[in-house]
């Protein structure tokens, strides 16, 4: 039998259509059946029970102590710059405190915290001026700097920049449970900066610079997908006590939202977090990829424990002049983009 070329074209596109339509289904699928829970803790000040409440968080999300016990912990905080009077610019050291308390009563063998400062190269100045040094003395907590430590180069598991591998920390690769502890921002190029952004400071600055420039080179929202994708964090916690609305991340006004927030996934928890800073996350463009591929950032996906958005909910301030910021306000309840 021969085949004409009109019918051998018509059979092909049948065949291409009948495929994508099985692959959106498939998707779509996939996007209703991954379910997250995000626990929202209120919070008005950082002299509170922030352990307790994060227990009462671990206990909300389904944290078992098997899957800490006799485990080394991993605190990546958010400490991007000196911020002395400053408290809306990195993750507060009381919140890091309460964290490595918790984990610790769940039976962790070590807690250490971990970063690579992404304005400064000196670390110890950022720790001077930021509160921690006192906070890490005090409770006897090891800080490993990332931005010069050995890198070991490993396959970059997301692949949505050009970039083929990523340069991990030894201290990293070696921790069996890693906690972004982010903190609550708008983010003047990547609209907001959550759990998922902060970990652009696992990344060694002595390999890829300060701010990390090969990643804002590649692409910072393809980058957020694949440091998230190939580090593959356990835990977020979100610093929303004091964040920080306008020009983040260093330069905008404080913000108090009064919330900690606490999940196992992260779009999931990021999601959430800009749903209590008022922005659409829909329209956060590294969130929007991240749905269905990462965790759900549907809002039906995602199950709210602790307090409901709507009693927490507090606008963070936009900027115009900010492209990223643009058509990132959430109206109202039920108008998301997506």
């Known amino acids: 039998m021969t085949l004409s070329r009109r019918a051998f074209v018509l059979g092909t596109l049948g065949g291409a259509a009948l495929a994508w339509s099985g692959y959106s289904l498939w998707q779509r699928q996939r996007r ?113 700097d990332l931005n010069y430590e050995d890198g070991v180069p490993v396959q970059n598991a997301g692949g949505w920049s050009r970039l083929k591998h990523l340069t991990l920390p030894v201290s990293v690769l070696a921790a069996d449970v890693i906690v972004s502890v982010a903190k609550l921002k708008t983010h003047h190029w990547a609209g907001v900066t959550l759990s998922m952004k902060n970990l652009f400071g696992v990344l060694p600055g002595s390999y890829y610079g300060w701010p990390k420039n090969v990643l804002h080179w590649a692409g910072i929202p393809q980058c957020i997908l694949d440091v998230t994708a190939t580090v593959r964090p356990h835990f977020a916690i979100v610093d929303g006590i004091v964040g920080m609305e306008g020009d983040g991340p260093i330069m905008g006004p404080p913000k108090a939202a009064g919330v900690l927030v606490v999940g196992r996934n992260l779009p999931a928890v990021d999601a959430t977090c800009a749903r209590v800073m008022g922005l659409d996350p829909w329209r956060v463009s590294y969130l929007a990829r991240a749905d269905g591929y990462l965790g759900p950032v549907s809002e039906t996906a995602i199950l709210q424990v602790g307090e409901p958005i709507s009693a927490v909910a507090t606008p963070f301030a936009l900027l115009d002049t900010i492209p990223a910021h643009r058509g990132l306000r959430l109206r109202r309840p039920g108008t998301e983009k997506s």
């Open 32 to 144: 209703q059946a991954w379910t997250e829970r995000v626990f929202i803790g209120r919070a008005s000040g950082y002299d509170l029970d922030l352990t307790g409440l994060l227990m009462a968080g671990f206990k909300e999300v389904g944290l078992r102590v098997e899957e800490v016990q006799g485990r080394r912990v991993l605190l990546k905080p958010n400490l991007v710059e000196t911020a002395v009077g400053k408290p809306q610019i990195n993750t507060h050291p009381a919140v890091i405190r309460a964290a490595a308390e918790a984990f610790r009563r769940l039976g962790a063998q070590e807690v250490v915290v971990a970063e690579g400062p992404g304005h400064l190269r000196d670390t110890h100045l950022v720790l001077e001026q930021s509160g921690y040094a006192e906070m890490l003395r005090t409770e006897r907590l090891a800080f490993m």
